[in-house]
């Protein structure tokens, strides 16, 4: 019942930046955490960042400090502001929706953006 739409991905080159945005829609429940995950070609799914609601949040290591991820609670809308990017970067987005609600706690994903980071 909750729908992600992503976008912001594409090419760039190394050093540079982009924006990714993901608004949820549908039954939202207002106490959540959004955030993104990323697949690399022949890699573990792995966490690169995550926001409450009260806007506490969670970096990968590997993102720390030029990663930037926020939200607009009233657009039920996260982005992800990504800067100084490297060819290690490169991977598939995808949006995750988690909903805090005892006890189903459901997950919802968008359907993935590329983003390719090459010269």
């Known amino acids: 019942q ?13 050093g540079g930046s982009l924006r990714l945005s993901c608004a949820a829609s549908g039954s939202i429940f207002s106490i959540n955490v ?5 697949q690399a070609p022949g890699k573990q799914r792995e966490l690169v960042a995550a ?3 009260a806007g506490s949040t969670n970096y990968a290591d590997s993102v720390k400090g030029r990663f930037t991820i926020s939200r607009d609670n009233a657009k039920n809308t996260v982005y992800l502001q990504m800067n100084s990017l490297n060819s ?3 991977a598939v987005y995808y949006c995750n929706f988690k909903e805090l609600n005892p006890p189903s706690y459901r997950n919802y994903w968008g359907q993935g953006t590329q983003v390719t980071v090459s010269s």
């Open 2 to 14: 909750v729908q992600l739409v992503e976008s912001g991905g594409g090419l760039v080159q190394p």
């Open 34 to 38: 959004m955030g993104w995950y990323r």
């Open 51 to 53: 926001i409450n609601t």
């Open 88 to 90: 290690e970067d490169t």
